[in-house]
């Protein structure tokens, strides 16, 4: 593995058991995102960086029962907290680098992907990971349960201008990784960029 997926192990690896606990109230914002995705009966999707899998309630309610729900995650600790929390039940776990699927080109017809951008060793190339596994016309959403602003102060810091997920840096970033942008909202209580996978290059 390479330093920074060891790194993300590590880290996330040494949170996973309190990882629920910590953020109790995150799955209204889990559950509105999913349902603004726009979802549709039969849709094929993965869950992006699943973690403890908070998300695939929502995407098997979308997707409903002949829909298919794959989350991945590079952190064995994270898919066992999934499990103990029954969350194998609306989808398959698989444990795997975002950055190198085991999915053929277009399987997919969505990916959605909360807190993850932040972590992408290599944001542009993995992004195109995303779109090659992603249908022409599939989705992309990128989530996080409160904004920018509120996420900065979380940690100490302030927003920078050269912060990735800012508008005028995650347009372009987006649309040389094989996707098109289609709606941004960074509000104290959510973040979430929807993006398409465009028909025609």
Known sequence: MSEDQTHVQEFFGARAADWDRKFPGDGPAFATAVTEFGLRPGDRVLDAGCGTGRAMTALRTAVGPTGTVVGADLTPQMLAAARRAGRDAEGALLLADVARLPLR????????????IAHLPDPGANLRELARVVRPGGGLALFHPIGRAALAARHGRELTPDDMRAEHNLGPLLSGSGWHMTSYADEDDRFLVLAVRPRHP
């Open 105 to 116: 080109d277009g399987v997919l017809d969505a990916v959605f992907a909360a807190g993850l």
